[in-house]
Nanobody
Framework: QVQLVESGGGLVQAGGSLRLSCAASGRTFSSQTMGWFRQAPGKEREFVASIGWYGGGAYYADSVKGRFTISRDNAKNTVSLEMNSLKPEDTAVYIC???????????????????WGQGTQVTVSS
């Protein structure tokens, strides 16, 4: 059974930075696309960023492009999300996800992901 455990969330002022991490276990991590989504209260889950199995092919939502960076360490089975210049509208639960099909590039849609973490709260104050 695949487990995804996020960490690194917290409270930060607007303009600040946070680094989220997701530790994966239970399936060959290096062959799977990984992604980050977020969900704010009363809103649908929203795509944030994705990275292909080989570490290339990163793709970002327009709302975070230039501010967030996704990366992976296949030796440690982790994927990270570096978030800079945070805005109050970035406030949400951030959720790590693992792709359904191995050896793929980036995935944008929730249906392309098979496993999900529990999420970590990010709150940006104005």
């Amino acid at each position: 059974q695949v487990q995804l455990v996020e960490s690194g969330g917290g409270l930060v002022q607007a303009g600040g930075s946070l680094r989220l991490s997701c530790a994966a276990s239970g399936r060959t991590f290096s062959s799977q696309t990984m992604g980050w989504f977020r969900q704010a209260p009363g809103k649908e889950r929203e795509f944030v960023a994705s990275i292909g199995w080989y570490g290339g092919g990163a793709y970002y939502a327009d709302s975070v492009k230039g501010r967030f960076t996704i990366s992976r360490d296949n030796a440690k089975n982790t994927v990270s999300l570096e978030m800079n210049s945070l805005k109050p509208e970035d406030t949400a639960v951030y959720i790590c996800a693992q792709g359904r099909t191995p050896y793929g590039g980036f995935y944008v849609y929730t249906s392309q992901y098979e496993y999900w973490g529990q999420g970590t709260q990010v709150t940006v104050s104005s």
